[in-house]
C-alpha cells in the first residue's frame, strides 16, 4: 500500500497567488515526522517544512505552510505569493518512528508545480 | 558554508564497468544516505549509515555497495552498471538525536548515465 500520496501529478498557478498541493499518509506509528521537498530542474532536493506528529499547531517557515490534519492523515503544503522561481517539483515525505532510529524517509512521486507570470 | 557535497555533478561510464559516486559533508551529521532517483521518479533509499552502522534496503540490487571510511565522507560503488542504472543518485544526511526532527540534507546530485 502507498504510505505516501500525492494525487496531483501537475499543478498550474498564477504568479502571486497561493496554491495547496497535497498529501496523504498512512501510517500506524504513533509517532512519525511529515517533510516538503522542493526539486528545481538542477536536481538538488530542497528542504522547506516539517510538521511532527505530536505538533499541536501547523509548521509555518516564510511563504510556505503546512495544513495538518492529523485525523485524515494528510499535510498539504501551501504556497503563498507563488514566484517564477518556485516553479518545480514538490515532494512530500514521511519519517516513521522516533528520530534516533535513523530517519529513513519514504517519499510521494511528487507534484510538478508550474507558476504562470 | 556547511553543505553536503558530491562529486562528480555528472558522471558516464560504460556498460559493466564499475563506477564510484563520492558523496562528503562538513555538517557533522551522524547518518549519510543514499537515494537513487530515476526520471520522473520520487528518490528510493538505497542504504544508510548510522555512525558506522550500514543499514541496506531490501530490495537494493547487491551491484550496489557503500563505504564509509569516516564521518565526513561515504562512497557508491556500482560494481557492474547496468541500463537500468542509469538515474540521478542522491546523497543526503541528518543528525538525529532522540525527540529531534531533523530534516535530512541533501547534495545537489550526481547524474548517472551508461553507455
Known amino acids: 500500500a502507498q504510505k505516501i500520496t500525492q494525487t496531483q501529478p501537475g499543478m498550474f498557478v498564477q504568479e502571486k497567488e497561493a496554491v495547496t498541493l497535497d498529501c496523504t499518509y498512512d501510517?500506524?506509528?504513533?509517532?512519525?515526522?511529515l517533510f516538503w521537498y522542493k526539486q528545481p530542474s538542477s536536481g538538488e532536493m530542497i528542504f522547506l517544512i516539517y510538521?511532527?506528529?505530536?505538533?499541536?499547531q501547523n509548521a509555518t517557515e516564510g511563504r510556505y505552510s503546512l495544513n495538518f490534519q492529523k485525523a485524515r492523515k494528510s499535510a498539504n503544503l501551501v504556497i503563498s505569493a507563488s514566484q517564477l522561481g518556485d516553479s518545480a517539483m514538490y515532494f512530500c515525505?514521511?519519517?516513521?518512528?522516533?528520530?534516533?532510529?535513523?530517519?529513513?524517509?519514504?517519499f510521494g512521486q511528487g507534484t510538478e508545480l508550474s507558476v504562470k507570470p | 558554508d556547511a553543505m553536503v557535497i558530491q562529486n562528480p555533478r555528472y558522471q558516464v561510464t560504460q556498460f559493466g564497468k564499475p563506477v564510484t559516486l563520492s558523496c562528503s559533508q562538513t555538517?557533522?551529521?551522524?547518518?549519510m544516505y543514499w537515494y537513487q532517483q530515476k526520471s520522473s521518479q520520487a528518490p528510493k533509499l538505497l542504504f544508510h549509515?548510522?555512525?558506522?552502522?550500514?543499514?541496506n534496503e531490501a530490495d537494493t540490487p547487491d551491484n550496489f555497495q557503500s563505504r564509509r571510511p569516516n564521518t565526513s565522507f561515504c562512497f557508491l560503488d556500482i560494481r557492474s552498471p547496468g541500463l537500468g542504472d542509469a538515474a540521478m543518485y542522491l546523497c543526503?544526511?541528518?543528525?538525529?538525536?532522540?525527540?529531534?526532527?531533523?530534516?535530512?540534507?541533501f547534495g545537489d546530485g550526481t547524474r548517472l548515465s551508461i553507455l
Open positions: 543526503a544526511t541528518s543528525y538525529t538525536r532522540q525527540g529531534g526532527n531533523q530534516p535530512q540534507h
Open positions: 501510517t500506524s506509528d504513533p509517532s512519525y515526522g
Open positions: 510538521q511532527g506528529s505530536y505538533d499541536q
Open positions: 515525505a514521511m519519517r516513521e518512528g522516533e528520530d534516533n532510529q535513523g530517519g529513513k524517509l519514504i
Open positions: 555538517l557533522n551529521h551522524n547518518v
Open positions: 549509515y548510522y555512525d558506522k552502522d550500514f543499514n
